[in-house]
Nanobody, 116 residues
Framework: QVQLVESGGGLVQPGGSLRLSCAAS????????MGWYRQAPGKQRELVAGISSSSRKTNYPDSVKGRFTISRDNAKNTVYLQMNSLKVEDTAVYYC?????????WGQGTQVTVSS
């Protein structure tokens, strides 16, 4: 079965960096686009980064553009999210996501807290 397992979250000061990882299993990772979403308390879940299967295309909302970088290693079935210049408003639970022919899958999420 499809499994997405995130790691790398934690507490960081404003201006700091974190790198999230998502280990995927149970499907052919290399043929699917992947995404990272986040959900802050009281807010809707939002996309923060997407990457095509070949890594040729990436997309980001304006709120994280220039600070976050998504990448993937198809040999390791892993997608990453490098987050730099973190802000307090980046505090949220971050989720890995894949959409497969009408079915979407989510990881369990990893908490990122940006606070001084």
């Amino acid at each position: 079965q499809v499994q997405l397992v995130e790691s790398g979250g934690g507490l960081v000061q404003p201006g700091g960096s974190l790198r999230l990882s998502c280990a995927a299993s149970g499907f052919i990772f290399s043929i699917y686009a992947m995404g990272w979403y986040r959900q802050a308390p009281g807010k809707q879940r939002e996309l923060v980064a997407g990457i095509s299967s070949s890594s040729r295309k990436t997309n980001y909302p304006d709120s994280v553009k220039g600070r976050f970088t998504i990448s993937r290693d198809n040999a390791k079935n892993t997608v990453y999210l490098q987050m730099n210049s973190l802000k307090v408003e980046d505090t949220a639970v971050y989720y890995c996501h894949v959409w497969q022919t009408g079915v979407e899958y989510w990881g369990q999420g990893t908490q990122v807290t940006v606070s001084s």
